[in-house]
């Protein structure tokens, strides 16, 4: 472990710090990994690469050192179709190992790090075994499929000691930053109300499928994990599981952990006091889909009011923007989203504020994946952009917002308790069941 530590800070110095490290390509990178020995590499494995798992480790592997060893998925499909693409990456295949059973993936002792990306019901469980392996570990969002995995996960961090970062990727992205940076300053006046939406007009509502025989090469039974056990249909399979409460959140937590992220962040704020929500699959009340097609939420803070909305099959959001954030001030409006950001001046206000358009100028996986590693290195898990504390503060306050939904009711939250103040409420909700032999991890 030393010689890594060894190796890691001269990576640092090699690479003259994350900015400097994202704007070279590959080649150049090819260039500092033949300076570097084999017994110093940072070693990864990815579980469940299909989608953002994918994406990610071809961020991870930009930076100088990171070395790829093992892949895992439920899809004999997938690994095949993922180890073929290697070469492409200036990888050898040969020398990276494959499996259907993260357990075995983590089983390995050169493996360092692990990037989960597998569908949300899993985050918790994988998590916690990779914390108890010693591994580091990049968790993709939402982090918990409810409030108490959020917290279970939490603690397996503390108690292993490990860096874990969640894939909000937004974090990393300087306009971002720079948008709450304005906010602090107070030009914008008052802010009463903070709008939030997301419209996925790229994507419509799933049609209906019959169930049928499990794909050949997929082992099923795995991919279902504590989820109730079902026929296979390949509407809750791949990508449009998140339709599916079994085992995700749809665009509330989807989306959600990302927006709803950065209003809370510029308004510095914690809690709300109370949730409400309402919505429905309106645009195709035939879809076999569970997660609501259409949705408004609306929290209550102290001093103001934060609205959730999102739609699929629409494209045309508020502002004329898919998706983004808007801080509605006395004095302007700041509208952020993942292009950039800009102040709308309010006519009525005697002190106006305006800022023409600034758009995103960086690549916010590739920063972050930096900072995660950046991290490893330095073993100081407050420099993360977004830690494991983080990650679960807003997939709760997401999980709010779909519990609100689900009841029916409108619902308070006990800050120092840590749950709603109607204990029916929490006996339903606040843990997801557990099935197959699988149970919540105690730590």
Known sequence: MQSRKKFLYRASALTAGTILASSFGKEVFAIF???????????????????????????????????????????????????????????DASKVKTFNDHRQLLDMKEVDAVIIGTPDHWHCLQMVDACQAGKDVYVEKPVGNSIEECNIMIAAQKKYSRVVQAGQWQRSQQHFKDAVDFI??????????????????????????????VPAGVDYKRWLGPATMRPFNANRFHFTFRWFWDYAGGLMTDWGVHLLDYALIGMNATVPKSISALGGNFADPLSPQETPDTMSALYQFDKFNLQWE???????????????????????????????WEVMEEPKSEKKAKVERRKSVDNGLDKHMENFVSVIRSRNTDE????????????????????????????????????????GINKKYLAAPYHNGYKLPKV
């Open 33 to 91: 990994r033949n300076r570097i020995a084999p017994s110093d590499q940072l070693n990864v494995g990815v579980i469940g690469i299909n989608g953002m798992g994918w994406s990610d480790l071809k961020a991870i592997l930009k930076i100088p050192g990171v070395n790829l060893v093992a892949l895992c998925d439920v899809d004999q499909n997938v690994l095949n179709k993922r180890m073929g693409e290697l070469a492409a990456m200036n990888v």
């Open 184 to 213: 602090g300053t107070g030009q914008l006046g008052n802010i009463r109300t903070v709008r939030v939406w997301c419209y996925v007009g790229w994507k419509k509502p799933i049609p209906f499928v019959a169930d049928s025989a």
């Open 310 to 340: 999102h739609t699929i099959g629409i494209e045309g959001g508020m502002n004329k923007t898919p998706h983004g954030i808007a801080f509605v001030g006395d004095n302007g409006t700041l509208e952020l989203d993942r292009s950039g």
């Open 384 to 423: 993360l952009k977004c830690s494991i504390q983080d990650a679960s503060h807003i997939a709760v306050l997401s999980q709010m917002g779909n519990i609100a939904f689900r009841s029916g009711q409108k619902l308070n939250w006990n800050k120092e308790k840590g749950r709603f103040t109607d204990e």
